[in-house]
């Protein structure tokens, strides 16, 4: 019993470790998210911001709750290491949460910018600049499906359709439709966050239930100590 013990000890502390190196890799996305956001025009809104801030936060309370629980495992307290299984719970359940929300705003959400930019396109009353201009500028795209979405109502294509804002050389049109163009820019910020994510829910259930095993390995072992005492 002893034995069995020490291992799931050996055992929690590595995965603690490993759990504390997935926070330091959600600190770095997060910090590596505020930095790309410098070429996004300011249309695009705080929601990536604000995605970028909660993960810096929830890999810091990883890693406090990794070094938690090697402490907790230190000390053989089973108190602690109860603390640190509901924690590691807590942890789950909101990373979970994380991962549903932008794996759903990976496949369908549009911000309601684009969504008035491409209102915009097929109002023929409208002129003039429109949000959709600066998404197509900084995705190089052009209108909702493609650049002829312009062409079918008559339109010319705006100088943020071309490259450089370009028009007099053809090649410099953009063809892409930026419906696409921002689905495959938020499907490549995110995908990063979800292997994160479910590398780190993996380990930290793994981390609970070798906890609940340690506590009820102590308990075993010292009723098993009073016993023969």
């Not at 719970?89 to 684009?114: G, H, K, N, W």
Request: hydrophobic share 45%.
């Amino acid at each position: 019993m002893y034995c069995t013990t020490r291992l799931l000890r050996y055992i929690l502390c590595v995965i603690s470790g490993i759990c504390a190196l997935g926070g330091c890799l959600l600190i770095w996305y997060g910090v590596w998210l505020l930095e790309s956001l410098s070429d996004q025009p300011n249309v695009v809104g705080a929601g990536e911001e604000l995605a970028a801030i909660i993960c810096i936060l929830l890999g810091s309370v990883i890693i406090l709750a990794s070094i938690f629980g090697i402490v907790a495992v230190a000390k053989d307290s089973k108190s602690l290491l109860i603390c640190y299984a509901v924690l590691l719970v807590i942890l789950l359940i909101v990373q979970f949460v994380m991962f549903s929300i932008s794996f759903a705003a990976s496949r369908e959400a549009l911000p309601d910018t684009l969504k008035q930019g491409f209102d915009d396109l097929w109002d023929l009353q409208h002129v003039g600049n429109s949000t959709l201009n600066a998404y197509e500028e900084w995705l190089h795209c052009c209108g909702r499906n493609s650049a002829e979405d312009y062409l079918h109502l008559e339109k010319a294509p705006p100088p943020s359709c071309c490259l450089d804002l370009d028009c007099t050389k053809p090649l410099n049109l953009f063809m892409s439709g930026c419906e696409l163009k921002y689905k495959q820019y938020v499907g490549g910020k995110t995908a990063n966050f979800h292997s994160l994510s479910w590398f780190l829910i993996v380990f930290e259930f793994a981390s609970s239930v070798t906890t609940c095993y340690l506590v009820d390995s102590i308990r075993n072992h010292r009723d098993r100590i009073r016993f023969y005492n």
